[in-house]
């Protein structure tokens, strides 16, 4: 059973696939791939894809913060390694 998509959106990603917002499917960029035929006849029209979203930016931990993390004190730390 075959399940065509009609009015289909797409979305850009950060990787090498399209998202397919109808229904979330990833579509990889391979010529033989129908889905990505499906896209690129569906640019050819005229549309425009949803931009990738972008990646949130990683916080910047301090030494404390990455102890802290592991559950650990600068005294517990020092004490490891023989520095108290």
Do not use: C, H
Not at 29 to 34: E, G, S, V
Not at 55 to 84: H, I
């Amino acid at each position: 059973m075959t399940t065509t998509i009609t009015n289909a959106m797409y979305q850009l990603t950060q990787g090498d696939t399209i998202l397919r917002t109808a229904d979330n499917a990833f579509i990889p960029k391979y010529p033989d791939n129908r889905d990505y035929a499906a896209y690129l006849a569906w640019l050819e029209e005229g549309n425009t894809p949803e931009p990738a979203p972008e990646l949130p930016t990683p916080s910047v931990l301090t030494t404390e913060d990455k102890l802290n993390a592991a559950g650990l004190t600068v005294a517990e730390l020092k004490e490891l390694f023989g520095l108290t």
